[in-house]
């Protein structure tokens, strides 16, 4: 007759969570709280988690209280400290096994460090997953300090050894209700459906009913619209849905219909996520720094001015202008847009790409922190990318893939 208490962070799902199947006689709670830390500023003047974000996230938390009703149970909502809430909470729950995700990030590792220690001279017995990788971590064939520097070498070792999360984790059957602080309402809907359901649907539609998984390869550099690339993003980076789930949807379909290139290439892509997810436990908070995971030192300019013009689209680069009024809109932009803003910014305007990943950290819906950070460390020439220079010629881009200004004009219209 075990009191459990599970901790959601980034997995708002009822399915593939918990490393055992509770008892029937068990009783089960599930809480979450919104960091304080959230409403922080950064450097740019801007909180971390913006309102597009916020939003994402709280219709998010509404499905998975819902879900949670539906199993008989309810989410416990809290918002402040995140160690403070949660020893507060087992306390009055009485709890004897606490369970919780592995996030990703300095603070986010702290966080979880302290309740662990504090749980564990408590006497509780504390359970951890590591749910959020599409790659069989830590079972990879390689330790993490030698994890490769280049992305092809880090693929095809975990190709060639097959190195993928192909079991979910335990769905719990029924949940316990307890009392809650309100889940705040979402000022706007956002331009995603959120939550679990929502994911899973857009898994379930991308890859079986639409089939678009099948061409993926081919659209995936399209900029207009929701269905030229998956926009799994979003749901992945709350966990509404789990890189395990989105594998075994893939596997079915191959099954029937045979892989492809595309099939393939979402697998790929995945792999670049968990990539970047090994950076950050290679070089821990350097990802954070100016200077990033090299040596290289680096005097950008500080001009605010010039950054808020990047920012809210006036740079008059109108590609670099309509992808990132299309970011301050809706929270979203895809690949190829992300790599030209930020190349221009780091490239032609010269300022910190720090600046960059902040803007980013408020805005996008699917923020990550190694995704982001990650990503940004590679385009300004600081992380793992092996060519030197990674500079967009962001006109020739446009032309290329913008060629009839289909997109440009559309979000331009809506400055
Ligand atoms: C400067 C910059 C910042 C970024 N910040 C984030 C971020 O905060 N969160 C985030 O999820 N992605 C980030 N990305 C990666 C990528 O742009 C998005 O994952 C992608 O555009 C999301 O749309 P999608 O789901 O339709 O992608 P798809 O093209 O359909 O790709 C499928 C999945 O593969 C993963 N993926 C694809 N490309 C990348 C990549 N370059 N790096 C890591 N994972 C990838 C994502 O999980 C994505 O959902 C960033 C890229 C750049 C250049």
Redesign the pocket.
Known sequence: MARILYWFRNTLRVEDLLPFQPEPDDTLFGCYVLDERNTSSTPIEKMRMGPKRKDFLLNGLHILNQEMVRLGGNLIFKEGNVVKQILQLVTELRIDTFIYNEELGTEEINDSMRIHLALQIRGVRVAKTQLNYFSSFPDVPFDIVDTPKIFTVFRKKLEQHGAFQMQPHFSPQKWDAHASDPIPHASHDSVFESGCIAGKKRVLSYIHETQLART?KET?NELLGMD??????????FGFIS?VQ?HQELVLHEQEFGENDSTYW?K?????????RYVFLQHESKIFQASGIGNKSNTPREDFALFEKWRTGKTGDDFVDANMIELLQTG????????N??SFLVHQYQIDWRW??WW??HQ?V???????????L??AGVGNDPRENRVFNTQKQARDYDPQGKYRAYWLEKR
């Open positions: 993926y995936r030229f690339s998956t926009k799994f993003s979003p749901y992945l980076a890189p989105i979402i790929f892509e995945l792999l670049w996520r968990d990539f970047f979203y932009m895809s690949n190829r847009g992300r790599q803003v930020a960059g990943a980013f950290e996008l699917d923020y990550d922190v190694c995704s982001n950070w990650g990503n940004w590679y385009l």
